[in-house]
């Protein structure tokens, strides 16, 4: 019995490798707060005068971004992600704030926040060994949504989605740095363990990534977060068993929400319950027992120059 949790979090160390983005180098400071959507927070009408939302608005007095602030929590949880951290808890409000919508739809790219073991008192070391090892050079790169025809539908959900909702097939996108031993030995792994393909020409030069793999089937939806089990949000689901996804991703479950114009910040949901077993929609979600094992974002096109100069990864 004792051999279980030790093979689950195997798992689920192994699957991380793919949404880890963590220590940057210092990239050169602007000056001056962008304007519009990079700096305007979009969160629910009753978080308004929360005080941790109050706090974090505060966090933004000297950064130039919302993404440079998301910049500043990164750095802190790399020295403390413990479930007391206070950038931790942050980011749970932020999420819990964050607005629900209807349709995520094209491409996006993406960072890693954190990593960490569920409410674990020691969850954190899971980020600190990514910090130490893996770095700035994940190969990890965001996220395509596309529509879903019907029938895709049917097949992969096994009849079970019927898309009276706004319903999207989505994909990962990964990245390949020859010059860094750490993340091509990256994508080795995850060529072999997610059965990456080719991304077309057109894609790869576009947006710069090499390979794809990971389906998702994505629509708004409960969470499955014990957490808040009553909140709406976009849900990225790798559970149903025609996607093809092996352990861990066949246990996970991402949310995301809106947080600012065009800036989404995500949840990744394990299921640690149950896992002999054939997903089921239709069991609750309170026996799948989800954890939650970190943050991440998704951002669109224009965000991409922030993205760049505070996150350079070809390094």
Known sequence: MTKIPRFRFFLVFVGLIFLCACAQPVPKKTSGLLEGKFSEFKLEAECKDDPLISEIKKDMEDKTSILDLMKFYLKELEKDASPDSRCLKKLEKLFACGQAIKQVKGHFYGITLV????????????????????????????????????????????????????????????????????????????????NLKDAPKEEKQKYGYNKKGGLFIARKAKSVD?????????????????LENLPPNKYLIDEIVLIADGLYLGQLLYATGHLLEDYDPERSPHEYNYENFGYFLLMDDEWYEERERLFPRNR
């Open 226 to 242: 014990p957490k808040n089990p009553d909140k709406e949000v976009f849900q990225l689901n790798y559970r149903w068993k025609k």
């Open 115 to 194: 990593l960490k073991k569920g409410e674990h008192p020691y969850g954190g070391f899971l980020n600190q060994l990514w910090v130490t090892t893996v770095g700035g050079v994940s190969p990890w790169d965001g996220k395509i949504f596309d529509s879903v025809e019907p029938e895709q539908l049917r097949f992969y959900t096994e009849g079970f989605e019927k898309g009276n909702v706004s319903t999207f097939l989505g994909i990962n996108c990964f990245k390949k740095y020859e010059e860094s031993l750490l993340n091509v030995a990256g994508m080795t792994v995850l060529n072999f363990w997610m």
